[in-house]
Each structure stands twice: as structure tokens, then as C-alpha cells.
């Protein structure tokens, strides 16, 4: 599959507030640690820009990047929760952007591949205003494509409930994109729950 070149925005600001005083960004997956490993695989996937929006600095979460090809955007008001992180990423996304994925820092399973399927889907001239990837049985995850028409509605929102309302208001504008598996959806927030998806692999 061809990369494509449109931006993609990394969401890495948060706290991992239940992993009990581990960064589960820092994680290691592959040999790498999962932040590292997510800022690969979206480089991987466009020949845009692969913005990270992340905690202020200092912070480990940098050192992890260095050497990547990628713009660190330090999100002042992250303790203020995901939508913190949004306007961030999409406050300095280049002028003109038609179009821009959304990525969450903490979904180990996806990979490149997937993020080239989400992309593949897209079509700036049809009605629809976002693409999402899905779980196998269809339940909608990440990454998500929003079109430049949303990014207004976006720069408006407050508080932690990342893009539902956004998503919400475009019912029937929203095409799903099936993953494999529940590559779309599986997160990992605590320590049993990396215990147990390393076993399981």
C-alpha cells in the first residue's frame, strides 16, 4: 500500500495515572518502547507530519523520540484531559490540511498496515466527514480521519471526552473501517493488563 501524505497527530499527553507510578508509553513492545514504536508506525504511514502532543517538558516521553522524524507539540494544559491534547495537535497541523488522522499513544496491537487501510478509505470528495477504524465484529476504535470541515468544532472542545461529540454530531457522515482483531480498540491501562497481553502473545 502507498503511504499517503496527510498529517498525523499522536495523542501522548496523558498521565497513565493507573499504571501505579509506571509510564505505560514507555513500555516495552517489540524491543521498543511503545511510544517510540507508535511514533514509527504513523512516520511509516504518511509522508506528512507526525505531530506528538505530550506532557510539558521535561519529560521521559521526549528522550524516547530523539532522532525520530517527528514535532514534539508540548501541551501546556494536559492534566485538563484528552481534548487538551486536540486542540494542541490540530493548532499546529499546517495551514491547508484537508484532512488529519487521530492516533492514540497507548493502542499497542495496531500497526502500520492498519493505519494504511483507516487512510486508504478516505475520500475527500465524498459526503462523509470521518473514517474510523473498527474492530473485526465492527465496533468503532481507532485511528480516526477527521475532515478540515471538523477541525473548527474540535479547537472548541474542553474537558476529557476526546471527539465523541464531534463524532456524535456527524451520525451517518462516518464510514468504519474494519481492523483486524481488536487491534482498533485494545488499550492497556494498568500493570495486569500488560502481564496478561504478553502472555497471550
Known sequence: MAHHD??????????????????????????????ALQARRARAATSGDVLIALPPSPHPRYDVLDGLDVIAVPVADASEGINASLRAGFAALPAQTS?????????????TEDLLEVAQAVDLQSDLLIWRGATSTGKPGHPIVFKAELFAEIARLHGDGGGHKVVEAAQGMVALV??????????LDTPEDWERWRAAR
Open 99 to 111: 484532512c488529519a488522522m487521530v492516533l492514540l499513544a497507548d493502542l499497542p496491537a495496531l500497526r
Open 178 to 187: 474494519p481492523l483486524k482483531d481488536n487491534r482498533a480498540r485494545l488499550d
Open 6 to 35: 496527510f498529517p498525523i497527530i499522536i495523542l501522548a499527553a496523558g498521565a497513565s495515572s493507573r499504571m501505579r507510578g509506571s509510564d505505560k508509553l514507555l513500555e516495552q513492545v517489540d524491543g521498543l518502547p511503545l511510544l
